[in-house]
């Protein structure tokens, strides 16, 4: 954050506190973290971390299936 405040000039203190709310959004709402399993801190906080993570599960599973069908078929 530190380095990102400092790339601009702010010449109203509004200008700053809009900037920190925008980083601050992005953080919690937007950015996946690694350290809690690639989810938003929002989704872990609000509870829909596992089912976030269960959903990406059953489309992996869908995925890994539509590939094995297309190279079985290619194959033949």
Not at 8 to 21: G, K
Request: proline share 1%; no cysteine.
């Amino acid at each position: 954050m530190k380095n990102r405040i400092l790339l601009e000039n702010y010449f109203f203190s509004e200008d700053l506190e809009a900037q920190i709310a925008a980083f601050v959004n992005h953080y919690n709402h937007r950015r996946y973290h690694e350290s809690i399993g690639n989810l938003t801190p929002a989704d872990v906080y609000f509870g829909r971390g596992q089912t976030i993570l269960l959903q990406r599960e059953r489309i992996k599973r869908d995925t890994i299936k539509l590939r094995r069908l297309q190279h079985r078929r290619q194959a033949a």
